[in-house]
């Protein structure tokens, strides 16, 4: 059975790219989300978040009549569910629980059109289980129709999973040239996602079962994470032995077989920040090496703040008619990583933010991607990075974005977190 119309639930930051790529290859495509902003943005032929070549291509798609969003399910011969999986709220020092209630809310939304013969893909980073537990939902509300986990290849509905494997910035090009990995419930749920991809993915698609591919980009992920925290604990020892952590790095890694990553104020994102939780959740007595690595990512930003302090502390030794009150901060980048817009998880936003919660001073930012602060944050303001360099008597370099590198401060302290200035 052919695929002639997809739905991708959730048009985020992998589901509208995802969304726009079958409709390139003139698929139908229904892209659903619950935010009327995003939804009305797409069907004006726009885009609600920064990725390099999407504008062009959702503007196509829409204008060339293959993709629109609504904000209710249609019927459909694939459901690709790409929306959040967040942490349920815990207290501090305890291992986060993931919250599959986004999964659970869009299994929900779609049953009512499923019909014989449909295909459900969960795209979402998830915990090992969360496939068939989307599947037993989904039987659950369906009681007309079957499903693999009791059916077999014989289901009327093949589920699988197929986790994302792309670096936000280059979205676009990885969703086509990477290497998908698919997790189908049965042999028949594989096959059918394989024919559902290869619509547009050029890579190979490698077929496992629906657990191994969860656990494949949680592994992914938690590997990335590891290797950050070694970088991120050399950072502060060679911080307390007086050694330039940049120049050790730098002579470490002319060892052939040595590949040391770099460090920053800590890990962000919905992946990486995120992903070796869902492993420690589920396994607390035998991710040691994992649950240790999230500890010291995770205490990165209190240890950039105490520089913070220092850098008060040493201006105001030197300027000694000068309060706090007198001190300008100013952090230079909010989002996770270089280049984007996407604010999830980041280190330096919440960096940012505790410094103008605790500083008696004024407290400013630069974030060349974004235009406005999302509406919850009212304790700093957003200013453009000469203003920032004139004003503030303190330099934070969160994010090495590619503006923050063409310039550099000729006045004040820097706390610079990259190794840039």
Not at 257 to 271: A, E, M, S
Request: with cysteine; net charge negative.
């Amino acid at each position: 059975m052919s695929f002639e119309t997809v739905s991708v639930i959730g048009l985020g930051y992998i589901g509208l790219p995802t969304a726009a790529m079958f409709a390139s290859r003139k698929k139908k495509v229904i892209g659903v989300d619950v935010n009327q902003h995003a939804v009305d943005t797409i069907n004006k032929g726009q885009i609600h978040i920064v990725e390099p070549e999407l504008d062009m291509i959702v503007h196509a798609a829409v204008t060339e009549g293959y993709l629109k969003a609504t904000t209710t399910p249609e019927p459909a011969d694939a459901f690709l569910v790409a929306v959040p999986t967040p942490f349920l709220p815990c207290q501090e020092g305890d291992i986060p629980a993931p919250d599959l209630s986004y999964i659970q809310a869009a299994s929900k939304a779609i049953s009512p059109v499923l019909k014989k013969g449909d295909l459900v893909i969960l795209e979402s980073t998830s915990p090992v289980g969360a496939t068939e537990k989307m599947a037993e939902w989904l039987a659950g509300m369906r009681p007309d129709l079957t499903f693999p986990q009791t059916h077999g290849k014989n289901a009327d509905i093949n589920v699988a999973h197929c986790p994302e494997r792309v670096l936000p910035g280059h979205v676009v090009r990885e969703l086509v040239e990477n290497d998908r990995v698919i997790g189908g419930m049965s042999e028949r749920c594989s096959e059918r996602s394989v024919e559902l991809y290869k619509t547009f993915v050029e890579g190979d698609c490698v077929v496992t079962n629906a657990r191994t591919a969860e656990m494949a980009k949680l592994t992914e992920n938690s590997c990335r994470d590891v290797q950050i925290a070694f970088a991120n604990e050399l950072s502060v020892i060679c911080d307390k032995l007086d050694i330039n952590v940049w120049e050790l790095i730098q002579l470490a890694n002319r060892h052939p077989r040595i590949n040391i990553l770099q460090p920053g104020p800590g890990v962000g994102g919905h992946c990486i920040a995120v992903d070796p939780w869902f492993i420690v959740s589920k396994t607390p007595n035998d991710a040691k090496i994992i649950h240790t690595a999230r500890i010291v990512n995770d205490s990165k930003p209190d240890w950039v703040i105490d520089k913070v302090k220092l850098a008060v502390a040493e201006f105001l030794q030197s300027n000694k008619d000068k309060t706090v009150a007198d001190v300008k901060i100013a952090c230079f980048g909010l989002a996770f990583k270089p280049d984007i817009d996407d604010l999830r998880e980041s280190p330096a936003l919440e960096i940012t933010q505790k410094i103008a919660k605790m500083h008696g001073g004024d407290v400013i930012a630069v974030e060349p991607n974004i235009n406005t602060l999302p509406q919850h944050i009212n304790s700093f303001k957003l200013v453009d990075l000469d203003s920032a360099f004139d004003q503030a008597e303190i330099k934070v370099l969160l994010v090495d974005h590619r503006e923050f590198k063409d310039k550099k401060p000729i006045h004040g302290l820097v706390v610079d977190t990259k190794g840039i200035w």
